[in-house]
């Protein structure tokens, strides 16, 4: 657990002492002692909590005010990690996958096969009012106080609930309900009784009983073994027969069967799966499914409609005022307004965006690299505009350049393994001066059955083989891995491998590795041709690496040409970094990026910017290597070795097939390359030393250049600077094959980049952003005009209920401009003695309601001018005395003394978190009657007796709570 003081995000936080080392952009954060992985949270006001939802099944609380501590350790070290209060086993031998704290104060917790539990109010106040010293035994009194909602959802020994994991839950404090969401089912309840109102699928059909299973059709799985078992046999018993006669069939069926497992996925409608859920300001709750859609609901569980702005997977909804903004897995927000319809959209991340939280006047985001963003709340406006425009004019004020040296190779192993001391003679060597080190490797492992497998294999999510993973380790000995380098990233496609190592030095500036593969073989849908990608940010600059092996034979320059445009076109990385210019104004981002490998999902479309662009032309630079294939044209054999032997390489570069391709616009657009002066890099007879290696067999193959390494930067023109509108310049130091390298047919290939890049310094952007928003004076008039709170009255500030009676509470917004967002909550409970006097008023946690009070609607939004009515409504409540291990003890009914309960109305606006809050006393006063056993309660018609004490006028957050001694009645 981490937590971030974000009172000064525009200050010198390093100044502070509490940043890591070499985490220059991170604002400073304390973290806990360590737990078990942390899988949810909850914000608990009302106690200053926080609570958290394990991996292990416990749910642990953490004080928000913990003083800070320091020790003599230094840096990072100087802090305390926060301390772990109140905790207890919540599910046993399951994680916690779900919380949530509702309108009542309770605890909810999810878990896995369906399980539901209940936290009652008043086992944890009781819980937290233990000293620290005896927090076990107050762990143990909440552990078996719990209510296992499964238990009241049964119907004739059937449970009416999903037995799948429950994934989600939400609160709709506005309505008082609970919602608890799998994969593909909603379950909705009361969260004042605890009644389970409704299941239904996220088709909005109700259903009786669900029952969803994740086994895959066996079926399927037989017919892939069958297939591919065939395929092997039919291998091993043809012989010498051709390669492709031999495969073509029992390649394209196998792939066939594995597409169709994968596509079935484990359940049907695996495309629909929610994957988000959150309650907006209106009272409606919206859902995210994996196939890009947002679903409206009402707060009864009723599906209103369904929209679809991207195709990419929801990871998060967050709603603030009239706005809902939608994290996506491609990297991407959104932003919609309450109707669905799209105001804003740009890239945030290069990562999913998997959780938002609003904090001041800012949407914090969330990426999966661990990477935090806060973007201002007013986002998309005239306000971003202004503020793009200052800070450019500021561009050289925070405009750093880096130097850094990369070294790409290539080489077709001819599925041989090397020996130590050639890849010293490749990669060795020349890694010393390097900071990454990039290597794309062609025939790792060919033949039909691998072809096969592998293409088995990833249809359904698996990638690499054996022998790719002894590569992965050989060259990582020879680049001294344990101590100066580290690898960050690698990807296989069936026998083309790609993998790259950073030095140590440089790995806190490389973040955001992600990996991709395109096939071009047998129809585009096999390995044996295609191409494999790793991306990266490096100091926060988008560089991709390609490696390629294209069509083969002299002849076949056209489908070299096609494969080139097709992996160009269609590789695709798990996340988008293409989209709409960013709207809005980031102010910082925490954590230097971190180096790590993402594997793709089996199910995650491949998502294509709406304009055309691709993954690789939005990269700062782009890297292509491999056996590419193109040959030399219009000459013999004896003829190459006699130009080879006379070094006369401007002359055979005459007859390059790829030059002459390039030259004309067919291939490589844009790219660049090196000056050949090496000789042709294949075909070779291996273990030969020196050129008489060359093919000496009938075939008399012509020597070419195959294996070949290109580059595009920044640059449009070739005298182009760095800077942040070039942000990456490169040049070739080094370009050459290694000779003496005799282990395959071909010979390895290397290149050494030498490359500027521009980048921002965070630090000082955010401080130059802080600087912009309090002096320029355009500005700091539309952030006073945003952060203004809608003027409101609300009708009374005393309300008097008897028994299951009921007042209209009216909250006019007189405002004739901006929307007013209101939220009623409960400041607390106190009971009104003999003597006339209150005792302390006692919360709920998150400041939730006693259990014999309703108020309906808590919260909304009023139009200008508009005045919205609230129900505030007196029930007796039947609960249960105690609980041991989830089982009833018996029956009571809540205090029946006369109580006073004090609710804070809140009203913000629409473009702050600035509020004004407006106290309402409730006292409500009963008959002393003696409570029998539990009753069916029949609530009485609403009477709209309104006790008017005065009319509240919203022009200050300071209005008090009346006397309440004087609203006793007689």
Known sequence: MRVWNLKDVFGEWEASGLAKKGDEYSAPFRESCRTSPTLCVEVDAANGLIWSGHKDGKIRSWKMDQPTTTNSAG??????????????????????????????????????????????????KKALSFTFEERHVAGVLIERSFVDLRSQAMTNGVWNLPTTDVKFMASDNCKSKVWTVTSLSFALWDSRTRDLLKVFGIDGQVENRVDITSSQDPSLEDEMKTKIGSSSKKEKSQGSVGFFQRSRTALLGAAGVVRRVASKGPFGDDNRRTEAITTSMDGMVWTGCTNGSLVQWDGNGNRLQEVLHHFSSV?????????????????NIQVIDLDGNLIGEWVAHSSPVIKMAVGGSYMFTLAQHGGIRGWNIRSPGPFDDLLRIELAKKDQSYTKFENLKILAGTWNVGQERASPESLMSWLGTAASEVGLVVVGLQEVEMGAGFLAMSAAKESVGIEGSANGQWWLDTIGNTLDERTSFQRIGSRQLAGLLIAAWARKDLQSHIGDVDAAAVPCGFGRTIGNKGAVGLRMRVYGRIICFVNCHFAAHLEAVSRRNADFDHVYRTMAFS??????????????????????????????????????????????????????????????????RDMVSQRCFDWLREKDQLRAEMKAGKVFQGMREGQIKFPPTYKFERHQVGLAGYDSSEKKRIPAWCDRILYRDSRSISLAECSLQCPVVAAISLYEACMDVTDSDHKPVRCIFSVEIAHRDELIRRQEYGRIITTNEKIRSLLEESRAVPETIVSTNNIILQNQ???????????????????????GQATLREDGNTSDLSSRCSFGFPLWLEVYPAGGIIKPGQTIEVSVYHDDFYTKEEYVDGVAQNWWCEDNRDKVVVLLVHITGTGSTDSKAHKVSVCHSSLRTECGDRKVLKRRSQSSHLHRSDIGDFGSSSTGVPNISNTRRP
């Open 75 to 124: 840096d990072a070290g100087r802090v305390s990690p926060i301390r772990e209060g109140l905790s207890w086993q919540a599910h046993n031998r399951s994680p916690v996958l779900s919380m949530v704290i509702t309108s009542y104060g309770e605890i909810w917790s999810g878990s896995e096969g369906g399980v539901i539990k209940a936290w009652p109010c008043d086992s944890i």
């Open 315 to 331: 990871q998060c909804i967050c709603t603030h005022g009239p706005r809902l903004w939608v994290g996506y897995a491609s990297g």
């Open 575 to 640: 996340r988008s970094t293409t989209g709409q210019s960013a709207a809005a104004i980031y102010i910082f981002f925490t954590g230097a990026l971190t180096s790590v490998q993402l594997h793709r999902s089996v199910n995650a479309p491949m998502i294509q910017p709406d304009d055309g662009r691709t993954d690789l032309s939005e990269a700062d630079m782009v890297v292509f290597l491999g056996d590419f294939n193109y040959r030399l044209h219009s000459i013999s054999y004896d003829e190459a």
């Open 805 to 827: 009676d009921a007042s209209i509470l009216r909250i006019t917004n007189k405002c004739e401009k901006y929307k007013a967002v209101f939220q009623i909550i409960c400041e």
